[in-house]
């Protein structure tokens, strides 16, 4: 009898040291976020494509194209575009920035720039081509 009270009391502390661990891990795993700065040379402008990642693998992610350098994990959808797609794939020719998505973004109202943003919504399997091989940076394109 006194045996199956310590396998118990055993059992009850090794469940209490997971969910002790387990909690404390979660709280560990703050938001990553990444920037690049773009910068127009024919404008004199820069744009700044930033890549918010989360969760316990930073499987979960948004992408952010904003005039503004600030590190906010917030979107402004009013004044900065919103990507929901997992990844984005642009390029800068002139005055333009080509960017290349499964899922297009709301363009905002308040957008400041004077780059111009044209979209191009693309298929699943013409994104994992993009991917393959890196041959996105074959065709003079950038991936976030």
């Not at 952010?64 to 990844?87: A, K, Q």
């Amino acid at each position: 009898m006194k045996d199956k009270y310590i396998i118990i009391v055993f059992i009850i502390i090794g469940l209490c040291l997971i969910w002790f661990i387990y909690g404390k891990s979660r709280l560990d795993h703050q938001p990553e976020i990444f920037v690049d700065k773009i910068h127009s040379n024919y404008l004199n402008e820069d744009l700044f494509i930033k890549k918010v990642s989360w969760g316990l693998t930073y499987d979960h992610s948004i992408i952010i194209l904003s005039s503004s350098p600030n590190n906010t994990i917030y979107p402004d959808s009013t004044s900065e575009y919103v990507f929901l797609g997992s990844e984005i794939f642009y390029r800068l020719t002139n005055d333009s920035l080509l960017i290349f998505t499964s899922l297009k973004a709301k363009t905002p109202l308040a957008f400041s720039s004077n780059i111009k943003i044209l979209q191009y919504e693309i298929k699943n399997f013409e994104v994992m081509n993009l991917r393959e091989d890196n041959n996105y940076k074959k065709k003079g394109l950038k991936m976030i």
